[in-house]
């Protein structure tokens, strides 16, 4: 019990100190200006946006795309691990689930912000049409929006019945919460064996959804006859990239908290150190796909794939192709290969890096393609042969991507980052070991 | 001995039923016209009612011949037209030749007119066409292909955009959710999106002098457009119920496009009528990305043997704005 105290001391949720509530204000700030944006859209249409009939998708959508590949998150770095046995995740899965649960939220709202009616939303159910690739997204979208909660909660009943001990005397109310959380949780071992098997079931479910979230992602773009979606690549290019996006997400959260906490304890460089190397492996795999992707319709030359990949290499969106490509994936690779560079803070710098190389890859995912139909863009005006998102867009978009970091803030500002019960069981395990080795 | 026994018995009770049946039937049948002599009788002599004709003139008749109309059923020419399924037995088809146009584009300036179209969303577009530096350049008109298998209406989440059997896709923009993927299905680029409430000045006073507000139909785009919803070329349905031809038809001055009806196997262009097989047949008629497997419902004839020069169309052509 001595252990759980001091567990439980380190591990509990703390208050924000001036840092967090300067960070909290401003991300609430950010919201504002996005929801006051949103609402303007609402009132004017979508003439405030630098959207056209050419470029009839834009920031929002790859956006949207953001942040289910970010959610994927919640199937490679919990499942994946867990399945593999690879038992250093613990210490990391609770922030990997609360990530995914904060994308995958994010991912419902932004889709219905790209809507021309948001107004007629009900129309999805009432008429929905099985055929349609976006009903297709609207059954899976809130699937995987439980089995990701789910997937936070149940690990957290022991932990909620600590706290809610815990707390007794000290936050009477907060302590109450906690328990009523807690679903009763004694620590029984019935309730440790239902615990057990509904995680298991949980954490195996995830894998088909997580895969089928992102597959369907990939197929609302590669049912299209366009040039540069229509290919058979695309599911799986959407999965792997979206391990990238999750795993680099993971490490910049999984930093700033070790650091903001002080869980050096808890989260030591061992962890960086394998998470930097998974990250390599799914860059890797994500290069493998992107050189299916470019490489071979270039060989190829049809005319159209040759014009719209010329416009990624040497074009207009050639900065941030090479952006995306060196710096969201090749330099990661290389910083990552070397034990220096797989350290707590250069991990955080290359996580920064690719997960802002993960944000502008699906924009030029969404973007250039459409901007090279099949028939010349004529008798419009000038503007309309090019994109790029206007200021309520980007205030929009600011606004989603601050309203993923509250949810993750207040997440975590209740909920032990750590595990509490998980840690206790498996120091004692390793005590145990010890005293029988010697 | 026994055998036969049962046989009779079966053949006893088979014959009772039988006849039981038709008792019942022949029953319930004499009460129904035993009623209605009832009412005749009832009713006969209550005298005279004044009734008025069509044309408005008072007479009188017996009241006896009067009969009330039974209005839960509809009548029989009334039920058949549904806007989703479209004409009976119709399957319309377009076929522009491209060997006669000259970018003159009235069709387009007729098309924006009719429909209400503001700003620089003209669904009609004439195309500045030249594939290669090696090939000659033409001049190419495109309306919505109305494919036989649309890429639109598979992708449509809610059912706003349909196929219908006479074969013209058309938008309910009252169900539209704005989710713009038909637009990126499309390989023709021929949806446009009202980004905002659509500007249709005339139309909206109009509709309101004649307290139309409610008109929408699938069968008329543009009137009104909807803000947040997509418009597209609807092969004029409005116009074709009057017998009328599309406007784009009947606006240009040099006959590229023919319209008409593959059942029939004709097309005309208002001035000559064809047969739509032998023409296409005779000037190796075509569509545009068959590869695709949309099916379209308009076809081209190849620009050959051109009337007027390719040169003569560049004097309309404006590469950034489409005609007010």
Known sequence: MKNYEKLLSDLAPQKFGKKGVIWTISLVVLIVLGIIAYIDQIIRGQMVTNMNDYALWGVYISNFVFFVATSFVGTVAVAVLRLTNNNWRTPIVRIAEIIAVAAIIMAGITITIDMGRPDRLLNLFIHARMQSPITWDVIIIPTSMMVCLLLLYFPLLPDFGLLGKYYQDTKPTLSKWYKRLSLNWTGSDAQKAIQTKSIHIIAILIIPVGFMLQTIDAWLFSTLYRVGWDSTNLGAYFISGASVAGIGALVCVVYVLQKAYKLEDYITDLHFDKLGKFLVLVCLIYLYFNLNEYLIPQLTSKKGATTHINVLLIGDYAPLFWFVTIGGLVIPVIVLLFKQGRKPLPMFLIGLLVVAGSWWKRYLIVTPTLLHPFLPIQGVPEEWRHYFPSLHEWAITIGTLAMALLIITILVRYVPIVPIQKTADEQEALELNKTTKS | ?324
Not at chain 2, 230 to 243: L, M, R, S
Request: charged fraction near 25%; hydrophobic fraction near 35%.
């Open chain 2, 1 to 324: 001995m026994k055998n036969n026994n049962t046989n009779s018995r079966r053949k006893f009770l088979d014959k009772g039923l039988k006849l039981g049946l038709i008792t019942a039937i022949g029953a319930v049948g004499l009460t129904k016209i035993a009623s209605k002599l009832n009412a005749k009788t009832n009713e006969g002599s209550t005298g005279k009612m004044e009734l008025m004709t069509t044309d408005g003139t008072i007479i009188e008749v017996d009241s006896s011949e009067v009969m009330e109309m039974d209005h839960s059923k509809k009548q029989p020419h009334e039920e058949a037209y549904d806007v989703r399924e479209g004409m009976p037995n119709r399957k319309f088809v377009m076929v522009i030749d491209l060997a006669k146009c000259k970018n003159a584009l009235k069709c387009q300036v007729a098309c924006n007119k009719q429909h209400y179209i503001t700003g620089d969303h003209a669904w009609l577009k004439v195309y500045k066409m030249q594939e290669d530096a090696d090939t000659a350049p033409y001049w190419m008109p495109t309306t919505c292909m109305h494919c036989d298998q649309p890429a639109c209406v598979t992708v449509c989440p809610v059912d706003a955009t349909f196929k219908r059997r006479d074969g013209l896709v058309l938008i309910d923009n009252e169900r539209c959710i704005g989710c713009r993927f038909c637009m990126a299905a499309c390989p023709y680029s021929t949806r446009v999106f009202n980004w905002k409430e659509p500007n249709q000045g005339e139309i909206t006073m109009l509709m309101d002098m004649e307290n139309q507000t409610e008109h929408h139909s699938p069968e008329f785009t543009g009137l009104p457009s909807v803000k947040g919803t997509v418009d597209k070329c609807d092969f004029c349905p409005h116009a074709i119920k009057e017998n009328v031809l599309p406007h784009c038809v009947t606006a240009c001055p040099n006959g590229v496009f023919y319209f008409g009806d593959k059942y029939e196997d004709t097309v005309t262009n208002g001035e000559e009528t064809l047969r739509l097989s032998k023409l296409l047949e005779d000037k190796h008629g075509y569509r545009l990305m068959e590869g695709l497997g949309t099916k379209p419902s308009v076809f081209y004839l190849p620009p050959v043997d051109r009337l007027v020069d390719f040169k003569e169309g560049l004097e309309s052509f404006t590469d950034f704005k489409s005609v007010d």
